[in-house]
């Protein structure tokens, strides 16, 4: 498989002097197309930090990071921009939906920030994520589940390489939690995108290619079997 993600040596430091804090301590993580790795682990482990050097948010502190043939560290600020626009999906834990906007538009808002060559149809998209009967409601009239459909198709409607996923599940009962990560795996199985999900619900992990555990800024694999 195609390595689409790669952090080789990442460290990443919050703080100055004796109040400096390591959130990311020599983090080594490839992520292939078509992969859907999971981060657990206690609170203040660091996978939010984690997310954020990986989604283009922070730059860490030393190591290397890449997107495709895209140097993270180095690139410039606005091509960083560009690169979260068009190559990087965030999927965040409560949709983080525009109250005002129906779920179509939900979908069609990224298409306005710049031209997205290869698009896909929002409707179509919608569809693909069993939301189409929705297309006109707005985030007060849907589920907590159907927030988070929204919201993983908002994030792949611009076709990113990388799709980074915040606690998915973290509002959400057993069934639709299973219903919400089941499409995330298919989804980035179909579409071959390099996902991360961070999640502390263990009961969905069996849809993952691979989990990994995050502690004190350290990732190890975890042996998960299935359920």
Do not use: W, Y
């Amino acid at each position: 498989m195609t390595t689409i993600l790669s952090m080789s040596d990442v460290t990443l430091l919050h703080g100055d002097g004796e109040e400096t804090v390591t959130a990311l301590d020599h983090v080594d993580l490839e992520v292939a197309a078509g992969e859907l790795v999971a981060v657990v682990g206690p609170s203040g482990a660091g996978k939010s930090s984690l997310l954020a050097v990986a989604g283009a948010l922070t730059r860490p502190t030393s190591g290397a990071v890449r997107l495709g043939d895209v140097d993270l560290v180095t690139a410039k600020d606005r091509d960083l921009t560009r690169l979260r626009r068009e190559r990087i999906g965030f999927v965040f834990q409560s949709g983080n939906l525009v109250p005002a906007l129906t779920s179509l538009d939900q979908l069609r808002l990224p298409l306005t920030f710049g031209k997205v060559a290869d698009a896909r149809d929002p409707q179509e998209l919608l569809e693909a994520v069993g939301m189409g009967h929705k297309a006109k409601r707005r985030p007060h009239q849907l589920s907590g589940g159907e927030r988070q459909r929204i919201g993983i198709a908002r994030a792949l409607v611009t076709r990113p390489q990388v799709l980074l996923v915040d606690e998915p599940t973290a509002a959400l009962d057993r069934q639709r939690s299973q219903d919400v990560v089941g499409l995330l795996a298919h989804e980035t199985h179909e579409q071959g995108v390099a996902t991360i999900m961070v999640t502390h619900d263990h009961d969905v992990l069996h849809h993952c290619d691979r989990v990994l555990e995050m502690i004190d800024g350290r990732l190890s694999p975890v042996r998960v079997t299935a359920s």
